[in-house]
């Protein structure tokens, strides 16, 4: 499966919900992270993996009537994993037989990307209405979630973010040391020029790895219209391939491509990076302690 951004069907659904996806991931787009181990976790800025957690799984239970918590495990070779679900249905306690667009959005899948689980929180909080954002009509926005469901996992590697938590502020990958993006079966274990083998590690095979299992499981069950990736480390909106210079052929590539130029232009004043990750940034150069 490619990186940061995959969308697997042309779409057509109003933009009023990347928005605000958009728009924070904009303003919080850097972590604030340096090399340095002995740097502390600003607990201003970011919660704990735990405390995230029990403020997800709590927000959840608030909100029975359109958001529900799941947790799946997997294990291999003596390493587990387990990645928490949440489900967002509006009016899912109502009759409303029309078929949903279904979204997938995944966060923190590289150990260090402390911001973008901050952000599912925040999603979360204004899916349930807990919070809002200024200058959206909550009116359109109810319009806009009426059709759509959305799966959402708010970390994807909770294993390598504990590893960061302990200290090693710099690390990307899951609890023994695979990157969770370079595990699935696209072009596995194919080296770049610029190959970095700790960063990139790939695993001993394709999908190797719990989490990665579990994500390829959840993604299988939900056959979702939409999969958005979240990383944090740069301005960009990424299609496949990363590892490629080039983007895919076809009506599908071109009508993404679209629709993330729209996006650039609509809510990050053209800032934004386009394309595959390795033709728009040449990727595998840029990878550093927040990005990648
Ligand atoms: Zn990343």
Known sequence: MAHLLLLSSPLSISLCFFAWLQGFLVVHGNTNLTHSSFTPINRDLYHSSGDLMEEIKALVFR?????????????????????????????????????????????????????????????????????????????????????????????????????????????RRNGRGVDLNRNWSVDWGKKEKDYDPYEENPGTAPFSEPETQIMRKVAMSFDPHIWVNIHSGMEALFMPYDHKNTTPDGVSSHQMKSLLEELNHLHCQRRCMIGSGGGSVGLNNQLNCAGG
Do not use: W
């Open 63 to 171: 909100h029975p009537d359109r958001l529900t918590f799941d947790t799946i495990k997997s294990r291999n070779k003596g390493y587990s994993a387990e990645i928490a679900v949440v489900t967002y249905c509006r009016r899912s306690q109502e009759t409303d037989d029309r078929p949903k667009f279904r979204i997938l959005l995944s966060f923190g899948q590289h150990g260090r990307e402390l911001i973008t689980s901050e952000l599912a929180l925040r999603i979360l909080s204004i899916l349930s209405k807990e919070q809002f954002l200024p200058n959206l009509d909550p009116a359109s926005l109810d319009h806009t979630l009426d059709k759509l469901l959305i799966k959402m996992v708010p970390m994807e590697n909770i294993n390598g973010r504990r590893i960061v938590e302990a200290g090693d502020l710099c690390e």
